[in-house]
């Protein structure tokens, strides 16, 4: 804490305390900001489980039809 408080003496001594005032206030906010995107990123981590559980769903269910009714085969499709 002292190296702190020299800091702030020399740097209002020749008009900078100010300026690191507000370089401390964003690196709070920055960790902040930081913090609030580790969230994010595991909320979008669950979602694209969630998407791949589905699509493994639709898939299967795809794949049933298509043995039901002999629909495996490219050509039942018709040309495009």
């Known amino acids: 804490m002292l190296n702190e408080e020299f800091r702030y003496t020399v ?10 005032k507000r370089f401390d206030k964003y690196d709070d906010l920055f960790a902040r900001v930081l913090k609030g995107m ?24 795809l794949s049933a039809l298509g043995a039901r009714w002999g629909l495996m085969a490219e050509n039942a499709f018709g040309r495009v």
């Open 11 to 20: 740097a209002g001594l020749i008009g900078l305390d100010e300026v690191l």
């Open 38 to 61: 580790e969230g994010h990123s595991e909320e979008i981590i669950k979602l694209g489980e969630d998407m791949k559980r589905g699509f493994d769903l639709v898939n299967r269910q």
